[in-house]
C-alpha cells in the first residue's frame, strides 16, 4: 500500500509540474516578463524564483518515486513531504497578505495535497 500512496505522490507531483510549467507559466511568467515597470533586478529574480520552483516541483516526483522503487529510504519522503507542507503554508500567507484567496493559488493545494500523500504513505 505505501508504495501505490508513493506513486500517487509521484504523479501528483507531475500534476503539479505541468500546472506550474503550462498553465502557470503564460498566466505569471509571461506577464511577468512583459511588465517594464517592475526594477529590472526584481523582475528577474522574480522569474529565477520561478523556475526554481519549475525544477522542484519535476524533482520532488522524483524523489518520492524513488522512495517507491527504495521503500526502505524514507527519508526523503520525510524531507520533501515536510517541505511541502512548509510550501504550502506559505502559499497561504503569501495569499493572504494579498487580500487573496488562497485557494486561488494553486500552489496551497497541490502542494497541501502531495503533502499529505506523503505523510500517508509514512503512515501505512
Do not use: D, R
Not at 500534476?15 to 502557470?24: K, R, S
Not at 525544477?55 to 522503487?69: D, W
Not at 503554508?89 to 484567496?101: E, H, M, P, T
Amino acid at each position: 500500500m505505501q508504495v501505490i500512496i508513493l506513486w500517487i505522490a509521484a504523479v501528483m507531483s507531475l500534476v503539479t509540474f505541468l500546472v506550474h510549467t503550462f498553465i502557470g507559466g503564460p498566466k505569471v511568467a509571461g506577464p511577468l516578463l512583459k511588465n517594464t515597470s517592475l526594477p529590472i533586478a526584481s523582475k528577474w529574480l522574480n522569474y529565477y524564483c520561478w523556475h526554481i520552483t519549475t525544477i522542484y516541483t519535476l524533482f520532488m516526483g522524483g524523489a518520492y518515486a524513488y522512495v517507491a522503487l527504495n521503500p526502505g529510504k524514507p527519508e526523503l519522503v520525510v524531507f520533501v513531504s515536510i517541505l511541502n507542507a512548509a510550501l504550502s503554508i506559505l502559499s497561504v500567507i503569501v495569499a493572504k497578505k494579498g487580500n487573496i484567496n488562497p485557494f486561488h493559488f494553486p500552489s496551497t493545494s497541490l502542494f497541501a495535497s502531495v503533502s499529505i500523500l506523503g505523510i500517508i504513505s509514512l503512515m501505512v
